[in-house]
């Protein structure tokens, strides 16, 4: 029998506690397993790798290990797993197993260290310490101890000297002591020859990537197999890995992302029992590499030097391997030792898909649009939404007008194109709230706080919603965000709820005056509620939410990428595929060797089938036949799919319903002996992505009855298990292999009528598969019986025959294949399923597919440009100039830039040997098999090459203007599936990783201004904390962190009528210890200042004779200073570009800016004085322009959470969120100066000015709402400043009628207008007003309108 290990603290064994304080028992006067420490690599909140040291004992979860029988082979999926046993070794006293585990755990650690002594206390002692010395291998050698342990390990390095064939038979018979041993006395996966000479194939073959049908064990068998063959010593293995070059010791395994789970347990499993004694790493995180321990190419501190260096293994996806190759340190350690890297690629067709090529590492900022640029989106939204013309009078008096006039034909491809796919199957357009993020594997909690009423993100949903993916591409998301606050506009009840509150007088009557004023900004009524009673409110509550939103979206300040192609340039890879069609680049052998032949295929492609090779029927169907492989005896029925547009309008249950019944139908019209129903349904395209399992089972329950399905199979959205919802309760259980040995007891045979398998769009594996294997050979028929798969608008051939691949009993499951779009003569008179291969829609995808993945697109062929160009810098990562090319299109600097771009790519690309003659060969193996017979008879000669260059970077930042000659055929061919000039980029970021448990009590610590450096020390003691805390004033903890420091953290000047005023801000010690600063404030002068403020009231009094000598600092715009945020005017390659000086040139008369370009020294300039200018807030012709508002310094990151107390006029110090507060005042050492505080929203919570002037200071001064504007950007300080510009002696008007009693502040805008209007109302007089309400709550009618305002 199997042996199941339950690692708990929860389970209390019956263990001899009598020898527990002797040191010569098992026991010790500590827990052991708090006496080692491991450090565990964390994301912190700002996404940043780091480590952490923990004892043992705070990683402890619960788990269960299973010893299969007859071998009880100790194997884990985890380390987690080997942490949890460690403790069950220690609690039952069992030190023989504590050893064995902890030989495991080494080998998968970055770090463990074991505390055998502390403050003179004996800690570690004991046969503990003995074992312990025992796996460092740090005692006298003990035979008797190695007999015993070494029988539980595989000692591969006695077969040095095999051959290749002879090494894998002794693999493949170890391989089949892992597995459980069934009823029928046979292990349950045994290497099968053919698998066997996959694996030979891909150690010695030329070719670096390998097909072999789905379901053929890849992940289960290959790659563990290959894993085991790399940590060997077998001779003739190590000479084939070298591939051309040197021999390697490092393994990199990459997988997509819903396989790293899978693949760590793989390796896991079958690579810790290897070679007893020999030093070797597993590490499941690649970010391992930034831990000083972690070094490639290093020796073994425990072995001796004439050995090879220690073998290490990194188990990790896609995008974290291309982001850690964003790192300079990871780089450092890397680029040195690429030749003794091997990369293991699986699932290599989606590594290398032509729209995942990119992942982009993006610093984000906040967007500068001024009133009028929103305005603009907002109308050229509106136009296109609703088919009308282009608004060619508004755009006019724009700037720029050409670049509204492309945007608004720009909006209309992408309105055209929402409408003919997306629309139909995903009408959230990806926007992340709580429904959409139950597809991404991030921490929901935190993304859904940042994003669920914000902005729509959209990303490729064919295949599933990535964590963190989002298009560049900014001005599809303003269109498609309008969209939304169209069609769907509930999704923003919770940002109306919010910002209702600050819908001015003035927008109410301008745009609202449908509603009643007061119901409007303080009702209870949802958005959406008050859009079906009032329709004709839609347009005015849309322009305002529309504003919120763009006003608050992020774009991109600075970005580094690193693509696929950077990889396979880089690296020796090996890879494999169940779906071979993959474009075609060189090896990293080919470029080792400058070579400049043909480009060799990296796959055979003998099965593959182009429109230019016009095969016959027979031809197809025999090249179809390869790919099936072992698959070769599918059948199929293609069902078109159109009416879901209509039934998707009823509901997605709706739409699933309709299935049932057309399945239903089917089965009735072909009803044979041996005709089962469905049980199955694969959804591709996400047509179910809104609904829950519940739903779902719902549906199936009143559909089929409570009796004919009893369970539903799922994979869960929070953590991708497996599971098993009852239909006639709400029981969810895990799906493993007690649970299938339950089901197949109590159902037998049947058990495929019971269970209904609903299988969603991101297609992972899952633990039905082996069970499908299991279930086909104990009962001899498939689990599967009939399979639904919903493609729909997918026109990849390659993703459908993934979804088919979900059954692993194709020869034996009958599809249904539904398909939108169906030719017409494509489906066949007769009904039912036949042969996939002799089907005309067949052909017809899988040729297309051929071609597309052959032509690539506009993003793979400029990425291979960008692949070319880092090659020739000898660098992974690539730092992008032209980061928001929308801007630049505004802006009118994009022309520039892509000339500038042309010219660099084509002098170190084309003036480079090797990177000019692989573009040379990749475009001509596209020429050649182009359907287009003038591009296929094209000679392309140097001079051709770079035309095509520099029109294909036109055309990816749409500046190409068709030249009609052979370049737009070419052009055409090479965009893919794009037909228009208007390209959509498709990038990634990671957002958020997913969050391991300890990530919980983790703070944003770890960030550059927490750096040593900029670390400050203070210390207090006390006696009795709790008694000191009593008194405020001698609290001299909370004095010090209440104590401002007398440098500015931000400085900005303004000037009204022709003088020039100053208002400084500093920042309170706790503010410091925030993620709201940059670290480059924290300076020496800093520090200094720092020295004595736990004195209280005497370092305050020299705070404030201190900031009453920079009163004296005058500033104008022909000096300069260190800190200042510049404009760069008058320069070739950065006109326009905003920076921050740094320090000063070695010239006299320059600045050194730092720019925001990428994070590399080479982004510092040095600037000539002249072609500077300090930057304003807001455009010149802006209301906020007009005031000459400069910002001089500001240290203080975006849209910080705040509380700041004003001292007097140009003098403000903040604090963190609530840190200033009315009840606190007493413990603040500026008591008696602070004259009024508010917060980043503008709501006053103190104030003893009395003021209500926007000209005297207190809380309706106008320098406290350019603060806001600068540091929050609330709508209502700029509501503000517009009317001190504007409408100044209204404003003045208001508050002079204004009582104050609702609150201070401007942020009680309808109080202090609602007032204003009464008051005048009731004098008679002909003040301007509008209709309000009286105490009474009958209608005051107002002398005449505010319609000038």
């Not at 099968?192 to 289960?220: D, M, N, Y």
């Amino acid at each position: 029998e199997d042996v199941i290990l339950f690692a708990s603290r929860n389970i209390h064994y019956l263990v001899d506690q009598g020898g527990q304080f002797c040191t010569d028992y098992y026991g010790m006067k500590h827990e052991l397993i708090e006496c080692i420490y491991s450090e565990e690599v964390l994301v912190d909140l700002n996404d940043e790798h780091i480590f952490k040291k923990y004892k043992l004992s705070e990683l402890l979860t619960e788990s269960k290990t299973v010893i299969h029988y007859p071998d009880y082979l100790l194997q884990v999926p985890s380390r987690q797993q080997l942490i949890n046993l460690l403790d069950f070794a220690i609690y039952v006293r069992n030190v023989s197993f504590f050893i064995l585990v902890l030989f495991y755990l080494r080998r998968g650690s970055v770090a463990l260290e074991y505390v055998n002594s502390e403050h003179g206390v004996t800690k570690i002692t004991g046969p503990w310490k003995e074992a312990i010395l025992y796996v460092l291998d740090r005692t006298q050698p003990n035979a008797h101890y190695d007999a015993i342990f070494e029988k539980q390990f595989f000692n591969l390095n006695q077969h040095k000297d095999l051959p290749l064939g002879v090494f894998i038979e002794v693999l493949c018979k170890n391989f089949t002591k892992y597995q459980r041993f069934t009823e029928d006395g046979q292990y349950q996966i045994v290497p099968t020859a053919k698998q066997k000479a996959f694996l030979q194939r891909i150690i010695g073959a030329e070719e670096c990537f390998h097909f072999s049908e789905v379901g053929s064990g890849k992940t289960k068998v290959i790659l563990p197999l290959l894993c085991q063959t790399f940590l060997s010593n077998n001779t003739e293995a190590h000479n084939l890995f070298r591939r051309g070059g040197k021999l390697k010791d490092v393994l990199v395994i990459l997988v997509p992302e819903h396989l790293v789970a899978d693949a760590r347990e793989q390796v896991f499993r079958y690579c810790l029992n290897l070679n007893f004694r020999e030093e070797y790493r597993v590490y499941d995180d690649i970010f391992v590499l930034l831990h000083d321990n972690v070094k490639l190419g290093e020796y073994s501190r425990f072995s001796k030097s004439t050995r090879p260096p220690m073998k290490q293994i990194f188990v990790t996806s896609f995008n974290q391997f291309k982001k850690a190759l964003t790192y300079d340190k990871i780089c450092d350690k890397v680029r040195p030792h690429r030749e003794h890297i091997l990369v293991i690629v699986d699932e290599v067709d989606d590594f290398l898909d032509r729209d995942k090529l990119v992942f982009n590492i993006c610093s984000n900022k906040s967007n500068a649009f001024d009133r009028s640029t929103l305005d603009l989106f907002f109308e050229v939204s509106r136009a296109t939404y609703h088919g009308e013309s282009c608004p060619d009078e508004l755009l006019d008096s724009s700037a720029n007008p050409i670049y509204w006039k492309q945007l608004f034909e720009k909006f209309r491809v992408i309105h055209i194109e929402i409408q003919d796919a997306s629309r139909s199957v995903n009408k959230s357009f990806g926007i992340f709230n709580e429904q959409t993020l139950r597809h991404c594997t991030t921490n929901i909690t935190h993304d859904v706080e940042g994003y669920k009423s914000l902005i729509a993100r959209p990303y490729e949903s064919v295949n599933r919603a990535m964590a963190g993916s989002y298009y560049s591409d900014v001005e599809r998301t303003i269109y498609l965000t309008y969209v939304i606050l169209t069609e769907d506009i509930a999704k923003y009840d919770e940002l109306f709820q919010s910002e209702r509150k600050f819908i001015t007088f003035e927008y109410w009557n301008e745009h609202l005056h449908h509603l009643d004023y007061d119901e409007l900004v303080y009702g209870h009524d949802k958005l959406s509620e008050l859009v079906n009673k009032h329709p004709e409110t839609k347009n005015g509550i849309n322009r305002f939410l529309y504003e919120i939103i763009l006003r608050r979206m992020e774009i991109r300040d600075r970005s580094r990428s690193v693509n696929s192609i950077d990889i396979i340039f880089n690296f020796d890879c090996v890879g494999f595929t169940g779906t071979p069609f993959l474009d075609n680049y060189p090896t990293f052998d080919y470029i080792r060797h400058n070579r400049k032949d043909d480009i060799p295929d990296c796959i055979d492609r003998s099965f593959y089938a182009y429109t230019c090779d016009e095969l016959s029927k027979v031809e197809f169907e025999e090249r179809f036949s390869r790919f099936q492989g072992q698959n070769n005896d599918v059948d199929v029925e293609y069902v078109p799919s159109n009416f879901i547009h209509k039934s998707l309008e009823e509901g997605e249950m709706a739409t699933l319903k309709s299935i049932f019944m057309r399945e239903e139908h089917a089965v009735s019209q072909t009803s044979t002996s041996d005709t089962v129903s469905f049980n199955a349904i694969v959804d591709l395209c996400g047509i179910f992505k809104l609904s829950t399992i519940h739903n779902v089972r719902d549906l199936v329950r009143s559909h089929f009855g409570p009796d004919r399905f009893h369970y539903i199979y799922h994979i869960d959205q929070t953590d991708s298990s497996d599971r098993m919802l009852c239909i006639n309760s709400d029981n969810d259980v895990q799906f493993d292999e007690e649970f299938y040995k339950h089901l197949c007891k109590t159902y037998g045979a049947n058990l495929r009528e019971k269970v209904f398998f609903f299988i969603d769009n991101r297609n992972y594996i899952g633990k039905d598969v082996p069970f499908q294997l299991v279930y086909r050979h104990h009962f001899g028929q498939p689990l599967f019986t009939r399979s639904v798969v919903l493609a729909h608008d997918v026109e990849d051939f390659s993703k459908i025959w993934q979804a088919m691949g979900r059954s692993r009993t194709m020869n034996e499951t009958i599809f249904s294949i539904y398909k939108s779009d169906i030719p017409s003569g494509m489906i066949g008179e007769d009904t039912g399923a036949h042969d996939i291969k002799k089907q005309e829609l067949t052909r017809l995808l899988y040729v297309r597919n051929c071609d597309c993945k052959m032509a690539g697109n506009l993003s793979s062929i400029y990425q291979t440009l960008i692949a070319l160009y880092n090659l020739s810098q000898e660098s992974f990562y690539y730092c992008d100039e032209i980061v928001n090319c929308f801007l630049e299109k505004m802006e009118m600097t994009i022309t520039r830039k892509v000339e500038r771009l042309q010219d660099r790519l084509t002098e170190n690309v084309l003036g480079t040997p090797v990177p000019s003659k692989i573009f040379l060969h990749i475009l001509v193996d596209k020429f050649r098999r182009s359907s287009n017979k003038v591009i296929a008879r094209e000679q392309l000669n140097g001079e051709m090459v770079e035309v095509l260059l520099a029109q294909l970077i036109e055309q990816k930042f749409e500046q190409r203007i068709p030249s009609g000659d052979i370049y737009d055929d070419f052009i055409c061919f090479l965009s893919g599936d794009q037909r228009t000039l208007m390209e959509i980029s498709y990038t990634k970021q990671q957002q958020k990783q997913k969050q391991k448990q300890q990530n919980k009590s983790q703070d944003s610590d770890t960030m550059d201004h927490f750096d040593k450096k900029n670390q400050f020390l203070l210390r207090i003691e006390t006696s009795d904390y709790f008694e000191y805390t009593f008194s405020p004033q001698k609290d001299l903890t909370k004095v010090a962190l209440n104590s401002p420091v007398s440098v500015p953290i931000l400085t900005l000047t303004y000037n009204i009528s022709g003088k020039l005023h100053t208002v400084n801000v500093y920042p309170t010690l706790q503010f410091l210890y925030s993620h709201h600063i940059q670290a480059a404030y924290i300076t020496p002068e800093v520090k200094n200042n720092l020295n004595d403020i736990s004195e209280g009231k005497k370092f305050c009094k020299k705070f404030m004779k201190t900031i009453m000598s920079h009163e004296n600092i005058k500033y104008d715009d022909s000096g300069f200073d260190i800190g200042q945020t510049v404009v760069i005017h008058s320069s070739v390659n950065h006109d326009g570009k905003r920076g921050r000086i740094v320090s000063e040139g070695k010239k006299e008369g320059s600045w050194c800016v730092r720019v925001s370009l990428s994070d590399k020294k080479e982004d510092t300039l040095l600037v000539k004085e002249e072609n500077l200018k300090i930057a304003t807030v807001g455009e010149r012709d802006s209301t906020v322009g007009q005031l000459d508002i400069k910002v001089r310094l500001n240290h203080i990151r975006e849209h910080p959470q705040y509380t700041i107390a004003a001292l007097k006029p140009g003098a403000y110090v903040i604090g963190i969120k609530d840190q200033f507060n009315v009840h606190d005042l007493r413990g603040t050492p500026l008591q008696e100066h602070i004259q009024y505080i508010s917060d980043e929203m503008g709501f006053i919570l103190y104030d003893k000015t009395e003021s209500n002037s926007v000209d005297q200071f207190g809380p309706y001064f106008v320098e406290q709402y350019m603060l806001m504007e600068v540091l929050s950007k609330q709508e209502v300080a700029q509501n503000v400043l517009d009317y001190y510009c504007k409408h100044k002696e209204k404003l003045d008007r208001c508050l002079q009628h204004y009582s104050g009693a609702q609150g201070k502040g401007f942020v009680c805008w309808r109080f202090l207008i609602n007032e204003t209007a009464k008051a005048t109302a009731q004098v008679g007089t002909d003040e301007p007003c509008d209709m309000s309400l009286d105490e009474e709550g009958v209608e005051v009618s107002a002398k005449r309108e505010w319609s000038d305002i």
